[in-house]
């Protein structure tokens, strides 16, 4: 059994270990898979997560999906009620305040529907081949993947180097129905990328 703990810390050094040349390279290659699946999908509705500590950079996703007039919505935690929010946002300069944990999310709490999206991206400091994620810890967005309509594509984003085969799983844990990495995409819905 993997302690989770541990391997976290242990994929957070790694990641902080990265050159931002290396973090902007992957990422960019990313990003670029990901719009085209945008296109092909045609969709509208997209929540993203506010990249920060050496992720996969989103914010260059997030201003060419507002640049195309698509509705970007970003999380903000409640902690009181130990879930995650969204609220839509149409700059990403005037948007967006420092929030919990350091991140940054949307400055009106407006705690919007999610029925509706179209594509949650979804971070993990790890992934494996069949779409299991490794987070921080505090079952967030695990609480939120199960709120989503099974009409929501959620996408991982991860480095090709933190797809595991493997992870100790716990009953809460939801799976994403799709991995991109700068090499991949790995579909388990079965669509041809």
Do not use: W
């Not at 005037?94 to 944990?101: A, K, P, W």
């Not at 494996?128 to 967005?141: C, D, P």
């Not at 797809?163 to 799983?169: K, S, Y």
């Amino acid at each position: 059994m993997i302690d989770k703990k541990k391997l976290r810390e242990k994929y957070l050094a790694k990641r902080s270990s990265l050159t931002a040349g290396q973090v902007k390279k992957a990422s960019d290659k990313i990003a670029a898979k990901f719009l085209d699946i945008v296109d092909r999908i045609a969709a509208e509705r997209i929540m993203l997560y506010y990249s920060f500590r050496n992720e996969v950079i989103t914010h260059d996703i997030i201003d060419k999906l507002l640049v195309q007039n698509k509705k970007v919505f970003l999380p903000y935690t409640v902690v009181a009620e130990k879930e995650l929010q969204i609220s839509r946002i149409n700059d990403i300069k005037e948007d967006l305040i420092e929030g919990v944990y350091g991140v940054m999310e949307p400055r009106k709490k407006e705690n919007q529907s999610i029925k509706d999206l179209d594509i949650v991206v979804v971070p993990g400091m790890v992934f494996t081949k069949k779409g299991y994620r490794l987070g921080y810890g505090g079952g967030y967005y695990d609480r939120f993947l199960s709120r989503l309509s099974e009409m929501t594509r959620t996408i991982g984003f991860v480095f090709d180097s933190f797809l595991l085969n493997e992870l100790t799983l716990e009953e809460h844990d939801l799976p994403v129905e799709m991995i991109i990495t700068e090499k991949n995409i790995i579909d388990f819905r079965g669509d041809d990328y």
